[in-house]
């Protein structure tokens, strides 16, 4: 199994940016394909993307793709949520996920962070 933890959430402006990072322990993330979601309140939890065990292949939602950047440090067992051009939609809380298999869907996912707040402001 893996444990994750998130960090890096805060307040910032609209147009601003913020790196979000997902430490593992317990296995090393090379074992686990790592997936970012978000959810608003009152909103289903979202897909934002995702990045593969060793190679660092990625995909991104729309709303993510030229704005969001996944990277992984396989060292460090840590993965990187970094966010440019923050918009008040982006406004959510943000949460990394460990699971096999390359999926959008939340339930495909085994382990998950606490998740952090990023608050956007206009």
């Known amino acids: 199994q893996v444990q994750l933890v998130e960090s890096g959430g805060g307040l910032v402006q609209a147009g601003g940016s913020l790196t979000l990072s997902c430490a593992a322990s317990?296995?090393?993330?090379?074992?686990?394909?790592i997936a970012w979601f978000r959810q608003a309140p009152g909103k289903e939890r979202e897909f934002v993307g995702d990045?593969?065990?060793?190679?660092?292949?990625?995909d991104y939602s729309d709303s993510a793709k030229g704005r969001f950047t996944i990277s992984r440090d396989n060292a460090k067992n840590t993965v990187y949520l970094q966010m440019a051009d923050l918009k008040p939609e982006d406004t959510a809380v943000y949460y990394c996920?460990?699971?096999?298999?390359?999926?959008?869907?939340?339930?495909?996912?085994?382990?998950w962070g606490q998740g952090t707040q990023v608050t956007v402001s206009s």
């Open positions: 317990g296995r090393t993330f090379t074992n686990y394909r």
């Open positions: 990045i593969n065990r060793v190679y660092g292949l990625t």
């Open positions: 996920a460990a699971g096999d298999i390359p999926s959008r869907d939340s339930h495909d996912y085994d382990y």
